[in-house]
């Protein structure tokens, strides 16, 4: 046995020996929700580097672990693998049915199935505050939280929508506006209080403030039907026309998104994703339309939504 | 290998998709109008595209270029995603 296989095999017991100890620690304390614990490389850095990784469904927020007497893994080394905590639900897959990305969430993260009543489910793109009384609200399209013209303010909105199995006590929010008097397919809900909030995807990604797309730049959604996918800027300033129930809109500011590897990029109720630069971690595009052949994705300026909304970003959490 | 246009270029090229977006918009094929990658990379520059429902876009007489920027074709039927 030569001296690098000597040394890997070195470095594969210590790993197991870590992912054991791991394992004792916290894979059996419930009120963390681990679901699996492993070795991987680390998300934090590009170059190579092994690290513990605990997998959750969901993220649990610092605070909430540390209300009920639990440090953060994060915090922690053990036999020398720092710890990261990462995003993953795993079941049988017996059939094709819904993932994750519809499920309920609290707190409550961008890239979730949300749905106005008796309407198909679209995706809960983030959070946002309202300029002028700072209130939360969660920011979508106008066909996910409006969904018909003629129907307004008010409009209790679901998290999961209903269409996911979401129930009278699943209600985060109501209608409050919408951008369609400025040709944009965007509208807010004011959430009720009942759920957290987090400046998280479901993915896992911080969204770190919003700006402005660019041709070329590479990007990342989370959505409620296709979870996390890639995408690269193909086009910008976009006019259209596109047809809302019997009415037909021109919408402005449309940027375009390829596929990153010929991979989709997006389908039926990813509506209201938010598409984020994968440098940056900046929101700068709200997702509203597609097209299967050829897989191509159409979002809305991020700016130009806040702008006529008249929300900012959450800040960050 | 694509150039960064500057802002002067950018306003030119929002006021050619203006003059596009009148004349073509309405037309029952065009579904998108915006500026992008030439999808015949042959400009170092982005382009003015037209996207079509269907057909080549031959019976809508699409200028070759508009304040000397390419007008291109290209297919893209799209639809609301929720």
């Known amino acids: 046995m030569d001296q690098d296989r000597l040394e890997f095999a070195r470095r594969q017991v210590a790993a197991n020996q870590a992912v054991g100890e791991a394992v004792r620690r916290y894979l059996f304390d419930r009120p963390r929700q681990i679901n699996l614990i492993d070795v991987g490389q680390s998300q934090a850095t590009d170059k190579p580097k092994l690290v513990l990784r605990a997998h959750v469904e969901q993220f649990i927020e ?18 020398g693998y720092e710890v990261e905590v990462v995003e993953g639900a795993y079941q049988q897959q017996l059939w094709g049915g819904w993932g994750s990305f519809s499920r309920r969430s609290d707190p409550l993260v961008g890239g979730v199935s949300v749905g106005a009543e008796d309407f198909p489910a679209g995706t809960l793109g983030g959070i946002v505050r309202d300029r002028a009384t700072r209130r939360l609200m969660l920011l979508s399209n106008w066909h996910v939280l409006v969904v018909q013209w003629g129907l307004r303010r008010g409009q209790r909105i679901y998290q999961p929508a209903r269409y996911d199995g979401g129930t ?14 400025s040709s944009l397919d965007a509208a807010v ?8 909030v987090s400046a998280r995807q479901s993915g896992g990604r911080l969204v770190t403030g919003s700006g402005r797309p660019a041709i070329g730049m590479l990007v990342e959604k989370s959505g409620r039907t296709t979870g996390t ?7 910008m300033f976009g006019v259209q026309r596109l047809r809302y129930g019997w009415i037909e809109r021109v919408i402005r500011d449309v940027v375009t998104i390829d596929p990153r590897d010929g991979a989709i990029v997006s389908s039926g109720g990813d509506s209201g994703s938010w598409w984020i630069d994968s440098d940056s971690g900046a929101a700068v595009g709200l997702h ?7 897989e191509r994705a159409l979002a809305l300026d991020m700016e130009e939504v806040l702008t006529a909304l008249k929300v900012d970003m959450l800040a960050l959490l | 290998m694509q150039q960064l246009p500057d802002a002067a270029w950018w306003a030119r090229a929002r006021q050619a998709r203006d003059q596009l977006a009148a004349r073509y918009l309405t037309h029952p094929d065009v579904s998108l109008i915006d500026i992008g990658d030439d999808p015949l990379g042959l400009s170092s520059l ?8 269907r057909g080549d876009g031959s019976d809508l007489l699409l200028p070759t270029e508009i304040a000397s920027i390419p007008v291109r074709v290209i297919r893209g039927d799209y639809r609301p995603a929720g």
Do not use: K, W
Request: charged fraction near 30%; proline fraction near 6%; glycine fraction near 10%.
């Open chain 1, 62 to 79: 610092r605070p909430q672990l540390e209300s009920i007497g639990r440090p953060s893994v994060t915090d922690e080394r053990i036999q």
């Open chain 1, 288 to 294: 509203f339309a597609g097209s299967d052949y050829p």
């Open chain 1, 229 to 235: 996918t890639y995408g690269r800027i193909t086009g």
């Open chain 2, 46 to 53: 982005p382009v003015l595209r037209i996207h079509l429902r």
């Open chain 1, 168 to 181: 009278d006590d699943d209600e985060i929010g109501t209608l409050e506006r919408d951008a369609m008097d």
């Open chain 1, 189 to 196: 809900a004011l959430l009720n209080g009942r759920r957290q």
